[in-house]
């Protein structure tokens, strides 16, 4: 017998009251290949009327923090749902309606092909009037720099219209508390997995993106977040190069210094030697903890791949309605607040 194939469309949401609806109206309600559609929204603290737009509207299930934890815990928190709610494909769109959601066939296409596991959706950024010319170039740059850390192909490494098949999010584990798309490359790279990208549309900006305040906070984020993935997923390689720097130099201090012993020329250099020695345990102290670091990361591996099958034994198998009961019923406790109050 013939598995059903159920999607789950989850957004991320901190007070989206004013544009949530536009964004759930714009989502598709039935694809070619997929069984059953629904809609999981991640409710990350909201303080205004977010959940109960959602819940009025129609949506499956509803994921709540008490407070704001950010778009990467917010986004982990969905994916964990959407597993145990059985999903089969996970997409993750943004509650702004920033992108196209007839796209989301585009998405899943792909995974239902069997020809990847993860499907990126690649913005026409030089055509999306709302950014500036440097905010266009730093995406550009940021996407080229992604792509040589993940050794993958994806031109818009920023974009956080995805979609996950059921085995892909299994492995998924994001650690940084700034964004899920740069690591999640980042990851899906190293680790292998088929990952792809198909050109998306995009629709006018409803409001100011809340991900960044600043093109140098932007930078600064992305620049750590890549750093940070590259130094768990490639560790021994990052910190031979660093180590490496400073290891030269003080070598060729060195090799400066003995010319001038041995050409009667030492006296009044030996402070350049010290200086030699310094650079040089320096860089074979940086190279001794990437090898540690590099050990480190293979005790990660065997944790990613505990978690995989933590995961799969409990998902598999799990029902649970919990966060979906959780919301109802702080749905309901709030409005008869209100009619009280009335």
């Not at 409001?207 to 750093?227: D, P």
């Not at 990361?297 to 919990?322: C, F, G, P, W």
């Amino acid at each position: 017998m013939e598995k059903n194939m159920k999607l789950i469309i989850q957004i991320p949401c901190y007070n989206e009251a004013e544009t949530l609806e536009i964004a759930l109206n714009d989502l598709p309600k039935k694809i070619e290949g997929i069984d059953e559609i629904e809609y999981l929204i991640i409710n990350d603290g909201s303080t205004d009327k977010t959940v109960e737009v959602a819940m009025n509207w129609g949506v499956h299930h509803v994921v709540s923090f008490s407070g704001n934890k950010g778009l990467a815990k917010g986004f982990m928190a969905g994916i964990e749902a959407c597993l145990s709610y059985g999903a089969d494909i996970i997409v993750n769109t943004d509650a702004d309606n920033q992108y196209c959601g007839e796209d989301i066939e585009k998405l899943v296409r792909p995974i239902l092909n069997g020809e990847a596991d993860i499907v990126v959706g690649e913005r026409p950024i030089d055509e999306i009037e709302h950014f500036s010319w440097i905010k266009k170039k730093l995406q550009h740059f940021g996407s080229w720099v992604v792509r040589k850390a993940s050794k993958t192909d994806i031109p818009d490494a920023p974009s956080g219209f995805r979609a996950f098949s059921r085995e892909a999010a299994m492995h998924i584990n994001v650690v940084n508390e700034y964004t899920y798309t740069l690591e999640t490359i980042v990851q899906a790279g190293r680790n292998k997995m088929a990952i792809t990208s198909v050109p998306v549309r995009t629709n006018p900006e409803l409001r100011e993106s809340r991900l960044f305040h600043s093109i140098g906070s932007y930078v600064k984020k992305s620049m750590l977040t890549i750093l940070r993935a590259l130094l768990m997923y490639r560790s021994l390689m990052c910190l031979t190069v660093l180590g490496m720097i400073p290891f030269l130099i003080g070598f060729g201090i060195g090799v400066r210094f003995i010319v001038f012993f041995f050409t009667g020329r030492a006296a009044g250099h030996v402070q350049s030697l010290i200086l030699a020695c310094t650079l040089m345990i320096i860089g074979f102290m940086t190279l001794v903890i990437g090898m540690l670091a590099d050990v480190i990361s293979a005790n990660r591996k065997i944790m990613e791949d505990v978690q995989y099958h933590v995961r799969k034994l409990t998902y598999d198998q799990s029902d649970a309605k919990v966060w979906q009961e959780a919301a109802t019923k702080a749905l309901e406790e709030e409005t008869r607040k209100e009619e009280t109050e009335e």
